[in-house]
Each structure stands twice: as C-alpha cells, then as structure tokens.
C-alpha cells in the first residue's frame, strides 16, 4: 500500500466543518502535501514496500492514521486563528530537502534501512514546516502530538537498532537465569546458550530479542500515554516500563518453550507457540502495561486528570 494517499488523506479530512478562515489555510496545507508527496514519492514507495515486505515496519500504515485520528478528534483545540510564521517552516522545509538530498548522496553507501531514514525524516520535517507555514507555530505547538507521531513512519537507523536489538538480547538471556532457578530447573550457561536435562539446547537469538514487540508497545504506551495522562513525565515513565515488560516477556517465552522441551518433547522448540506464538505473550505484557498505567494514572493529582484525548502539552492544568 503506498502511503502517498494516507498522508495527503491527512490533509484533506482533518479539517471538515472549520470555519471559512481555517478552510483557506487547509487548501494552502493540502498544496503543501501534495507537493511534498510529489517530491518524496521515490522514498514513499520504497517505504511502502519495506512496509510490506520487512514486518518490523508493519505499523507503518497505521500511523498516519493515528495522527489523523488525533488532528481530527482535537481538531477545536489545536486549529484556530493565528499569525503564520514563514521563518521557520522554511527553515523546517529546507532541513527536510537536505537530509533526502543527503539520503540520495550517500545511498551507495548505505543500507536501505538508513537510506530510507534520511529521507523519510525528511519527510516528516517538511510536512511539519508546512503546517506552521499554514496554521502558525501556536497550532503547531498545540498539535505537536500528532505531527511528532508522524516520526514513528521514519525507519530505525542502523546504529540505533543494532545496539538495542543486542541490548534486549542479553538482557533476555540473563533475565532467562532467576526463572530456572525459581521453577528449580537445572541448567548450564555458556554465553547466550542454555543447556537442560534431556539434550536440549538453546540459544538466545537476535530473533529473541523481542524488537519488534518492543516498538508495538512503545507505539501502545505513547498513544496511551497521550490519551489518559497528562504530566510528561508519566508518559515517559510509561514508555520507560515498555523495556523491563519486553525483557521479562522474552524471558518467559524462552523458559516456558526451554521447559516444555526438556520435560515433555523436543518438538515444542518447532512448535505454533515457537514461531507464531508471540501474540500470546505479547498479550502478557500488555496485561502488565494495563496497571501500570492504571496506578500512573490513579497517582495524578484529581485536578489534572484527563477523560479523553484534549489536554494542553505541559505539566499545567489546563
């Protein structure tokens, strides 16, 4: 699926049943798009097919969505009338032309990952500068939610992901030991690798690592977070808790898979809950989010709790 048309359908319904002065300023903001979907179309495509084709980006459609969502459903709060300032989102268009001219310089070089992060970023900045361009900087720093999730549709560079792939990798195994030793399984560890009673081996792969559930429940907490709480560094927090809730779902879906090898059949480590079983403890760490959020929630003070989506982006009451 091309995301050319998710990102200029962004444009064309956020702004139904605006008053007329709003209406002139989202003509201005759809040219904006149009254009910038023009100029960006070879790396839309590309990223259209990593979408489809590699499934740690398999959100990426959703995300245009979601900011749309969020511009719509605040749409009274974020739009109104106010001075457009060209300075910076000229400043903000130029920056995003030169990382996709840079993205194309130096794509010899670089992985298709990185190639597409650059440009994309690009992307996001331009579509950013055009809507201060159109709206102005206070509209900008009203929305700034939805515009910044926009930022979810630029690919993970290569040296970030590589670290926090090996990262969740050694936390996941060295979060594999106190379970043995609870559940009172014996054990030898060497490394990444696990060997139990009955010839069973098992190592702590990069595929183990969770990543991709990873960004599923960082995408989750930061929605949520937006959604039902109001202090920053809540949301942080919330967001923070996604890496300790990965490591320990990790965790038990290798003991559980180790233990059911040793005990009962080696052929649970080439079983459905193997290769297709993630959902189910992606489930769990959802089941440990939900709380704590809940207590997150729960903990802020009653005259800054929110019921819905509308909330001003500071620490303040409204």
Not at 107 to 118: H, I, S, V
Not at 147 to 171: G, N, R, S
Request: charged share 15%; glycine share 6%; proline share 6%.
């Amino acid at each position: 699926m091309n995301l050319c048309l998710p990102l200029i359908y962004i444009s064309m319904l956020t702004f139904l049943s605006q008053r007329r002065i709003v209406t002139k300023r989202v003509l201005a903001y759809m040219l904006i798009v149009i254009v910038g979907a023009l100029i960006y179309y070879p790396a839309l495509e590309r990223l259209a097919a990593l979408s489809l084709n590699n499934q740690l980006y398999s959100h990426m459609p959703l995300i245009p969505i979601v900011s749309l969502y969020f511009l719509i459903t605040e749409r009274k709060r974020i739009f109104s009338d106010g001075a457009t300032r060209a300075l910076p989102a000229v400043v903000l268009a130029a920056i995003g032309l030169a990382f996709y001219g840079a993205g194309f310089m130096y794509r010899p070089g670089l992985p298709e990952n990185d190639f597409l992060a650059l440009c994309i970023a690009g992307l996001v900045l331009w579509l950013i500068g055009g809507f201060i361009a159109a709206f102005g900087t206070a509209a900008f720093r009203r929305g700034i939610f939805p515009l910044l999730f926009m930022a979810f549709l630029i690919p993970i560079p290569t040296f970030i992901l590589d670290p926090v792939v090996e990262t969740l990798q050694v936390w996941s195994a060295n979060a594999v030991e106190p379970i043995f030793k609870l559940i009172g399984l014996p054990y030898f560890r060497d490394g990444l690798v696990y060997e139990v009673p009955g010839g069973v081996a098992v190592k702590v792969a990069k595929e183990c690592s969770g990543i991709r559930s990873t960004i599923a429940l960082v995408i989750t907490a930061v929605v949520a977070g937006h959604m039902f709480l109001r202090s920053n560094w809540r949301r942080v927090l919330l967001v923070l808790c996604v890496f300790p809730v990965t490591v320990f779902k990790n965790a038990l879906r290798i003991t559980s898979l180790t233990t059911l090898a040793a005990e009962l059949d080696k052929s649970w480590l080439d079983s459905w809950l193997h290769h297709s079983g993630g959902v189910v403890y992606l489930l769990i760490a959802f089941s440990i989010l939900g709380p704590i959020l809940w207590l997150l929630r729960k903990t802020e003070p009653k005259k800054t709790q929110t019921t819905g989506t509308s909330f001003t982006f500071t620490d303040s009451p409204k």
